[in-house]
């Protein structure tokens, strides 16, 4: 994987991006990647310091990472398959834990506009909601790829169920992030 940098690009090939937000474990690595046209300096120092809370909601074959920086800001989601990740990167997460494992996720806030990382910080996940991540990525894998259309359609299924990812998180298991 490429190594990241505040102030460096993302990708070392891009220098553009939708403003989306990604949420992958590729490579054996969790990563939540947040991709703002020219983050604010609030957006920045939320990202960097705020106390921040994941959430985690499976609805059929499509695993939602809901997150948000801040007590005051609405949670926000991302939807992952682990289809979709590139056979080079897919690493299958072990589906028994240590009752001790706690998942390191990366998070990076980059300026779509630039490709730039403008902000980074790595946080952990409580032992239980690491559990509850990798057996939903394991149990996702071991089922067949319903292809692109129908993953999408079942996207948005949910969305039509939970109109907010608000509304998703009261169904979701939750963790605060911790340093």
Not at 102 to 114: E, G, K, N, P
Not at 154 to 161: F, G, L, R
Request: net charge negative.
């Amino acid at each position: 994987m490429y190594k990241y940098e505040v102030g460096k690009l993302y990708h070392p090939a891009r220098t553009q991006w939708p403003e989306v937000t990604q949420y992958n474990f590729r490579a054996g690595q969790h990563e939540l990647v947040l991709f703002l046209n020219n983050p604010t300096p609030r957006e920045r120092e939320a990202l960097r310091r705020l106390p921040c809370e994941f959430g985690l909601r499976v609805e059929q074959d499509v695993i939602f990472l809901l997150y948000r920086f801040g007590g005051d800001v609405p949670w926000s989601d991302a939807p992952y398959s682990i289809h979709l990740v590139p056979e080079s990167e897919r690493q299958i997460p072990a589906p028994e834990l240590s009752a001790e494992t706690r998942t390191l996720l990366q998070v990076v806030l980059v300026d779509a506009r630039t490709g730039l990382i403008v902000a980074m910080r790595a946080v952990t996940l409580s032992p239980e909601f690491t559990a509850a991540l990798q057996h939903a990525i394991y149990e996702q894998h071991e089922r067949p790829w319903i292809g692109a259309s129908a993953y999408d359609a079942q996207i948005q299924q949910a969305y039509e169920k939970y109109p907010t990812s608000e509304a998703m998180t009261r169904q979701a298991i939750k963790t605060k992030g911790g340093a």
